[in-house]
């Protein structure tokens, strides 16, 4: 085989994987990526039941009522609307009322929604970005009230 | 007036790492021998002060000096020394310091024992290293100067982050960053023979073992950090596609072409051009990943506490390393003369299969992890990329490569026989897919990665093992004979087979995991629990005090059929300093998989809520990286392999390479 015959070979073969990687990422983005929105984006946007999401928001004060067989419910809200949470299993050590969380699961109904994970920050000075950016779009949020 | 030392000392570093940049590359330029060596005493120089001033610092940690910030921010005198010690590169400026450390202890290494290196090529490197060196030691004292003073000085310290009080801390990240900055050598080596414009098999021989040292220090510091987040996170997850595993992932993958692609070089003088880019794209994933995670664009379990003027730092640094390196490459890789030819089926031509399959893994991953970030730029949508789209793309990617691998080590240079090497692989074939075969019926409806990657590492295993016996095997030689010619194969092949071995075990590990048990239980003292073939019984809950934190114990015996195999203890433990707990699993080495089990909270007397896990074959998945970097470290202590060896001796190995 020629020098430019080889080439040839080395450069289609190269385009063949590369045109087939960029076909499984497209695929793969059109199907597995989740939205991330804050209570009050759930309720405006209509999201139809089923959608998988992830919420974020603080959890409210007084809302955690854990029951048997390692069930929690809880309200994640913004200050201005609620989504109810459910979710089976043991939760995070820096899981707090008043603190920031993120909730990833499915929504049940508008407002009722049952996660399968939920994440605490590691570090009391620390809120997760997605939070601290959905409550300033509410206008809850004050400067310096705590250090994101 | 330690402090004050380290701090001069560091300026001083700052200092020599100027003159080790500018100074060689002149020397070189207008041909002066004396100014081009000068950079080997800069360079030795520059490690000596950034030790020292690495030193001070810890020494203020060991010492629990409140007056310095950083050590009142990350310290407390009740700390065991350890922790002490391990908190110096637990905060953002201190683990700049070890960043910095390395990097010069890098150069230091090629001043020290680069005698054998051409002049020119010698100074050149240092130069561009002492180039990366200024501008780091620039970011450190302009944006996160580790010395800064506190006054007054508080009685007691903040505490380190109870999560890093751990020994993954003091081993983790100084494996990771020797194998993310050891790449800077590899990237120097690249810059410097653009800069000459003259690249050979030579150049090959010079950096290799570099380029394996930083691999495996950073398999290593991969592995280490996946085991630090499986046993200290609580879940028993071990990877989780986080932006910045992702970050250190990508010049793994690069780092992986890499290093076989100079191979290549070295040994066929092909492959030029592209394993010049190959270093380049390694160190700019590192730069990358230092700009994530210390930038605060991204929210991650590892991102420090951000400040937006070191994230416009950074991503200058990113910049001009990166747009340097690249518009050097294309001024002056035309210029480089062409090499060797091969034909598509041959080794040469397997190892460009590689290359491909692990760039565009590399490519699938940045992809994934810059998406959500440039979508929230542009439409203001939140997303996350998680597992599924990695599995989909890389995961594929990964285990296409898979298939190729036993192909790549047993075709020969040049022109390879593809059907005899079918025909040798096809044993080992065969009993990988039988596996994948019974584990599919048997997982039925289940997830098919599964089956597939178990059928495929044990194909490599097999493939591998069957690579070195055909080299080995005579028929009708004695057992005395087989053996020395076993002994006198090269390292390199046992280190290249033991390290695919290493990738058959890693895979079958993360297999094994689609077999695994999950409960969550209320578990009442004195009530079994079964989780995969073992019950967990639950004997006491007891308080018990820490140095510097309090804990609640679970004493769970595990049995196997009514014997009582082993006892395990998850613990909460409670930091008064910082008001945080941490998880403690339990963990049981069974075999080759672990029983995990994490505690919550007390939800009455003696009941407490539990997680337990059955996670068969788990522990392959570090065994096979540890397998990987022995197989790096093999081939790196081949003779032919040490750095500035002349050229190959011929005469060590016995009759081997004729029975090629």
New interface residues.
């Given amino acids: 085989?020629t020098?430019k015959g080889?080439r040839l070979?080395?450069i289609g073969?190269?385009l063949a994987?590369?045109a087939f990687?960029a076909g499984?990422?497209l695929?793969?983005?059109s199907?597995?990526?989740?939205?991330?929105?804050g209570p009050s984006e759930v309720l405006q946007k209509n999201i139809a039941p089923g959608t998988r999401l992830?919420i974020g928001g603080l959890v409210k004060a007084g809302s955690l009522v854990?029951s048997?067989?390692?069930k929690a419910a809880f309200t994640i809200t913004d200050n201005a609307n609620n989504v109810a949470v459910t979710y089976?299993?043991?939760?995070?050590?820096?899981f707090r009322e008043g603190q920031g969380v993120i909730a990833?699961g499915v929504l049940e109904a508008p407002g009722r929604f049952r996660a399968d994970s939920v994440l605490a920050?590691?570090?009391?000075?620390?809120m997760?970005?997605?939070v601290v950016?959905a409550l300033k779009k509410q206008g809850r949020w004050q400067e310096g009230e705590s250090?994101p | 007036m330690i402090v004050e030392i380290g701090h001069y000392a560091l300026t001083l570093a700052l200092a020599l790492a100027l003159v080790q940049a500018i100074v060689p590359l002149w020397g070189t330029l207008r041909g002066d021998e004396g100014l081009a060596s000068v950079g080997q005493s800069c360079a030795l120089g520059q490690f000596a002060a950034i030790a020292l001033a690495f030193g001070a610092l810890a020494q203020a940690h060991l010492a629990s000096d409140f007056s310095v910030l950083n050590v009142a921010e990350n310290s407390h005198s009740a700390a065991p020394a350890i922790y002490k010690f391990s908190g110096v590169w637990g905060n953002h400026e201190g683990s700049m310091l070890l960043w910095v450390l390395i990097l010069a202890f890098f150069g230091a290494l090629v001043a020290g024992l680069g005698r054998g290196l051409p002049l020119i090529l010698r100074a050149n490197v240092l130069a561009v290293q002492g180039f990366i060196s200024a501008a780091f030691l620039a970011f450190i004292l302009l944006t996160s100067n580790p010395f800064a003073r506190l006054s007054p000085a508080p009685f007691e310290g903040r505490d380190l982050?109870p999560?890093l009080q751990d020994l993954g801390l003091a081993i983790h990240p100084p494996l990771l960053y020797l194998g993310y900055v050891g790449f800077s050598i590899v990237f120097s080596f690249a810059a410097a023979a653009l800069i000459e414009g003259r690249i050979d098999a030579a150049w090959a021989r010079f950096v290799r073992p570099f380029a394996l040292v930083a691999w495996c220090f950073l398999t290593l510091g991969i592995a280490m950090g996946s085991y630090w987040a499986y046993y200290t996170l609580?879940?028993g997850g071990f990877w989780f596609w986080d932006p910045v595993e992702n970050a250190s992932l990508m010049p793994w993958l690069a780092g992986t072409a890499f290093v076989h692609s100079v191979a290549v070089m070295e040994k066929r003088d092909a492959l030029k051009v592209w394993t010049i880019f190959l270093a380049i794209l390694a160190f700019s994933f590192s730069l990358l990943g230092t700009f994530l995670v210390r930038s605060?664009v991204l929210?991650s379990?590892h991102a420090f506490?951000s400040d937006p003027s070191r994230g416009v730092f950074i991503l200058a640094i990113l910049a001009l390393f990166i747009g340097g390196a690249l518009a050097l490459f294309a001024w002056r890789a035309p210029m480089l003369k062409r090499g060797g030819?091969?034909?598509?089926i041959s080794r040469e031509g397997a190892l460009?299969?590689n290359n491909?399959?692990l760039t565009?893994?590399c490519?699938?991953v940045l992809?994934?992890t810059l998406?959500p970030l440039a979508l929230e730029q542009l439409t203001g949508?939140?997303?996350?990329?998680?597992a599924?789209?990695f599995n989909?793309?890389c995961g594929?990617?990964l285990l296409i490569l898979c298939l190729v691998v036993p192909f790549g080590q047993s075709l020969a240079w040049k022109r390879g026989d593809l059907l005899g090497v079918a025909q040798r692989l096809s044993l080992a074939a065969a009993v990988g897919l039988c596996l994948a075969v019974a584990l599919f019926a048997m997982l039925r409806g289940g997830p098919v990665l599964a089956p597939i990657a178990a059928g495929l590492a044990v194909y490599i295993i097999l493939g591998s093992l069957s690579e070195i016996a055909a080299r080995v095997w005579r028929r009708g030689a004695p057992i005395g004979v087989l053996l020395s010619r076993a002994l006198g194969l090269p390292l390199s092949a046992w280190g290249s087979a033991l390290a695919h071995i290493g990738v058959g075990v890693t895979l079958l590990g993360l297999a094994a995991t689609a077999f695994g048990a999950e409960t969550?239980?209320?578990m009442h003292v004195g009530e079994a629990q079964s989780v995969g073939p073992y019950q967990v019984v639950l004997s006491s809950i007891a308080a018990r005090p820490g140095p510097n934190y309090s804990e609640v114990v679970a004493t769970a015996d595990i049995r196997w059929g009514g014997a009582v195999v082993t006892t395990v203890e998850p613990a909460?433990r409670f930091f008064a300093a910082?008001?945080?707990?941490?998880?403690q699993a339990g963990i049981a080495t069974l075999w080759f998989g672990q029983l995990y089990i994490?505690i919550?909270d007390q939800?009455g007397n003696g009941i407490i809520?539990?997680?337990l896990y059955w996670k068969p074959l788990v522990t392959f998945i570090w065994l096979g990286a540890c397998l990987m970097a022995l197989g790096g470290a093999l081939s790196l202590a081949d003779r032919r392999l040490r750095i500035g060896a002349p050229a190959p001796a011929r005469t060590a190995s016995p009759p081997v390479a004729a029975a090629r």
């Fill in positions: 085989m020098r080889r070979t080395l073969v190269a994987i590369v990687a499984l990422a695929y793969a983005l199907d597995s990526i989740v939205f991330f929105y992830r854990k048997e067989e390692q089976q299993g043991l939760l995070p050590d820096l990833e920050k590691h570090d009391e000075r620390y997760p970005r997605e950016d250090k | 982050n999560v609580g879940w605060g929210t379990v506490a030819l091969f034909a598509p460009v299969l491909l399959l565009t893994t490519a699938g992809i994934g998406y949508e939140k997303i996350t990329v998680g599924p789209f989909m793309t594929v990617l969550i239980a209320s909460k910082r008001q945080m707990s941490t998880t994490s919550g939800t809520a539990a997680r």
